[in-house]
């Protein structure tokens, strides 16, 4: 046990960081975490200027803006423009606290997220006043996220899989259909929507075959002088990915996994372990503890976990038939660890997803046979598509965006509509705990000594007890 505590220092860190940050969010004490959102002209009607920071998302009568730490909605007005990114307006409103919906505290999620209040504004009672001389490198990034997103509307895409394609690749969730964002989570794809490891590992591969020339200099690039140059060029470009895509938890945790898996991998050391993962986490909380609150923060991290401890077992427990034609051995081996990959995450996310959503997919294997081949090659043909975009011939890949598009949002309506397709079971915080517990028993039950089956047995026991109570 002492060996693998010094094999993992920054599992060691975590954990003391993670009690500190739920104690200070629950007591306010020594510090409180959501202090620096306060602001003292909350619930009054005031004049006031707000710089836009970001592009804005519409809804059914409104426009909402992100200013500052505050929500600002502008009613729909045919009759003038409405503020870009970058402007400063003048505004005259009542900033509220938001209110709760049900028994979920919208108030207190949004602080965790740095937003205060809401102002719902009348065409009236606003107007632009400047703009901005420098934008800021988020700022930017937002600027050049918008301009790509254009670009696919200019190659001629239907709107509706132009907003698909947004999230998948570019991380804009804002042009997503309801209906097909719907579609995916009960379809068990929502992931593939949210730029993560997937995603960056789709880059980092196309940046790999880019530098190696399709593996022709790969003995080159496998050289100590050569081998820091291009990590370095690697980390670059796909932090200007992440920058791109928004920075979400999800994409900042695969894009810093990578980045300590590339120096590590400069270094001659063990690229992919649970350290990496625990520093990444470390990281990550350290500069923005409020993550910890994030349901894909959780769901992201939770995964790659499982996929690291499982996936070497189950993948033991299935190995690959020995088949003498090759392309048929790479092809079973390809589906098999698919399978496998997509189990050790369904496992490691099963508690959150039902204590978050209350629901899960029941054909979840069979969607991630489909949708993750798809969505590489979704992938690598936008890639392609912003890339030479402004080029004559580059209209010839909206063909190929277009119906591959529309065959994977075709196909999770279809899976969605299926018999069976979710599992509902809403779960407590302490049932999805006793989840982990049933979990974490089961493997050390395999990986270590039989005996675990009493905390199986146990947890499972204390799991259904309290699901009679709840349901009664």
């Known amino acids: 046990m002492t060996e693998w505590l010094r094999a993992h220092p920054f599992v060691v860190l975590l954990l003391p960081l993670v009690v500190g940050i739920l104690c200070c969010d629950r007591t306010g004490k020594p510090f409180n975490l959501l202090q ?90 606003w107007q632009i006043v400047g703009h901005v001389e420098h934008l800021s490198v988020s700022q930017r990034a937002k600027q050049l996220q918008h301009r790509l997103c254009q670009r696919y509307r200019e190659l001629g895409i239907a709107k509706t899989e132009v907003g698909t394609l947004s999230a998948l690749t570019l991380g804009y969730r804002e042009d997503l259909d309801p209906d097909i964002k719907r579609s995916f989570q009960r379809a068990g794809a929502s992931h593939i929507l949210a730029v993560s490891g997937l995603h960056t590992g789709i880059i980092y591969l196309v940046i790999t075959m880019l530098i190696t020339c399709f593996g022709r200099f790969k003995p080159l690039y496998e050289a100590q002088g050569h081998r820091i140059v291009n990590g370095v060029i690697i980390i670059l470009i796909m932090w200007a990915y992440a920058l791109i895509t928004g920075l979400s938890p999800s994409v900042t945790r695969s894009v810093l996994m990578l980045t300590i898996a590339q120096i590590a991998y400069m270094a001659y050391r063990n690229p992919v372990s649970l350290n990496t993962v625990a520093a990444a986490a470390f990281f990550i909380l350290v500069f923005r503890p409020n993550d910890l609150f994030a349901v894909s923060f959780q769901l992201s991290f939770a995964a790659v976990t499982a996929i690291l401890l499982l996936v070497p077992p189950l993948t033991r427990l299935c190995p690959t038939p020995k088949f003498a034609w090759k392309p048929l051995r790479w092809f079973v081996r390809y589906f098999r660890d698919l399978v496998i990959v997509s189990l050790a995450a369904q496992i490691g996310t099963l508690p959150l997803t039902l204590l978050y959503f209350g629901q899960t997919s029941n054909y979840f294997m069979f969607t991630n046979l489909v949708v993750i081949p798809l969505a590489w090659l979704l992938t690598i043909t936008a890639l392609a598509a912003l890339t030479i975009g402004w080029l004559p011939f580059a209209a010839v890949l909206a063909y190929p965006l277009q119906w591959g598009t529309y065959a994977l949002n075709h196909f999770t309506a279809w899976l969605e509509s299926l018999p069976g397709a979710v599992w509902t079971l809403p779960v407590t915080p302490t049932m999805a ?40």
């Not at 809804?59 to 003038?80: E, H, P």
């Not at 089961?442 to 007890?465: D, E, K, N, Q």
């Open 433 to 472: 705990l006793l989840l982990y517990a049933v979990i974490t028993a089961a493997y050390l039950t395999f990986r270590h000594s039989p005996w675990w089956l009493i905390g199986v047995a146990a947890a499972l026991t204390a799991f259904c007890t309290l699901s009679v109570i709840s349901v009664n």
């Open 36 to 125: 620096d959102t306060e602001v003292p002209w909350l619930d009054s009607i005031c004049n006031f200027q707000l710089v836009i920071n970001d592009y804005p998302v519409e809804k059914s009568k409104t426009f909402r803006y992100t200013a500052g730490n505050i929500y600002v909605y502008l009613r729909k007005d045919s009759m003038r423009s409405f503020p870009e990114l970058g402007d400063i307006i003048s505004v005259r409103a009542k900033v509220r606290r938001p209110d709760s919906i049900g028994s979920f505290d919208y108030a207190r999620y949004l602080r965790r997220q740095g937003i205060v209040g809401q102002a719902f504004v009348r065409p009236e009672d």
